[in-house]
C-alpha cells in the first residue's frame, strides 16, 4: 500500500487547528499588516474547556486569551473593538454550550445589524449524542439535531456546526470571507460540538499557512486609486 504524500503534516485537535487558523489571518489596510483577530476572550464550562479551553492553552503565545465574566458583556466589548479598529480587527468569544452561549446572541443580533466583525466560538452538545442533555444543555425531544446554538442562525450571517474534522477546510475559509467583507460582515458562528474539539486528525501545513486579507474597503481604495490615476493619464478621461 503506497502512502500518499501531501507535504508536510501535522497532527492537531479540530480546536487546535481552529485557533491555529484564526492565528494565521492578517488584515492589510492602508499598507499596515496586523493580525485580523489579535485575541480571543470568553469563559470556559463543560462545553469548551475540555477542547478549546487546552487549545487556547497551549496556543496562548499565538492567540492571547482573555477570561471574562459575562458572555454578553465580552460579544458587546468584542463589537466595540472591531467598530473600533474601523472593521480591519476582530475579536473571537467563546462560550459554553447552554445559557452561557445564549448570552451571546444578543451581541451577534447588534454585530450583525450593525455589520460589524464578530467571530463567535460557542460549545456544543456532544455530536455522537449518546450522553444525552447534560448540566445546563436544552433539549428538545422530537428533534435530537437542535441545540441552543441554532438561535444564532437568525442574527448570524454565517452559521456553521462542526460535526467532523475536515468541516474545517470549507467552513472556515468561507467564516472569515464574510468575516472580512463590508457588504456580508457581522456575526460569523462556528458551532463546536464538545466531543468533536479534542477529535485528532493530520493536516496539510498549508491549510493553516499565514493569509493576508485585505481589509474591509480597502480593495475600494485600491481601485479608486488606480481610477485617478488612469485618468490623470487619459486625455479624454470619462467615468459612468
Given at each position: 500500500m503506497v502512502t500518499p504524500n501531501y507535504g508536510e503534516t501535522v497532527r492537531l485537535t479540530v480546536a487546535q487547528a481552529v485557533v491555529k487558523y484564526i492565528a494565521a489571518q492578517y488584515s492589510v489596510s492602508d499598507g499596515v499588516r496586523k493580525r485580523f483577530i489579535p485575541a480571543a476572550m470568553g469563559?470556559?464550562?463543560?462545553?469548551?474547556?475540555?477542547?478549546?479551553?487546552?487549545?487556547?492553552?497551549?496556543?496562548?503565545d499565538e492567540l492571547p486569551f482573555v477570561q471574562g465574566r459575562n458572555e454578553q458583556a465580552l460579544g458587546?466589548?468584542?463589537?466595540?473593538?472591531?467598530?473600533?479598529?474601523?472593521?480591519?480587527?476582530?475579536?473571537?468569544?467563546?462560550?459554553?454550550?447552554?445559557?452561557?452561549?445564549?448570552n451571546l446572541v444578543t451581541a451577534a443580533g447588534t454585530a450583525t445589524v450593525n455589520r460589524i466583525p464578530l467571530l463567535l466560538l460557542p460549545g456544543d452538545t456532544y455530536a455522537t449524542r449518546r450522553q444525552g442533555p447534560v448540566l445546563q444543555q436544552l433539549e428538545n425531544p422530537s428533534a435530537p439535531d437542535l441545540t441552543v446554538n441554532d438561535a444564532f442562525r437568525p442574527v448570524a450571517r454565517f452559521f456553521d456546526r462542526i460535526n467532523r474534522p475536515e468541516q474545517l477546510l470549507y467552513s472556515l475559509p468561507k467564516a472569515f470571507r464574510v468575516l472580512e467583507n463590508p457588504v456580508e460582515t457581522g456575526a460569523v458562528v462556528i458551532s463546536l460540538p464538545q466531543d468533536v474539539q479534542s477529535h485528532g486528525r493530520w493536516a496539510d501545513n498549508t491549510d493553516i499557512a499565514k493569509l493576508d486579507r485585505k481589509a474591509p474597503f480597502a480593495a475600494q481604495?485600491?481601485?479608486?486609486?488606480?481610477?485617478?490615476?488612469?485618468?490623470?493619464q487619459s486625455s479624454r478621461p470619462r467615468t459612468h
Open positions: 469563559i470556559f464550562g463543560h462545553g469548551n474547556v475540555a477542547g478549546l479551553g487546552q487549545a487556547l492553552d497551549q496556543l496562548s458587546h466589548a468584542a463589537t466595540a473593538f472591531a467598530k473600533h479598529t474601523r472593521r480591519t480587527q476582530a475579536i473571537a468569544v467563546t462560550a459554553s454550550i447552554g445559557p452561557g452561549a445564549l481604495s485600491q481601485a479608486l486609486t488606480k481610477l485617478q490615476k488612469l485618468q490623470q
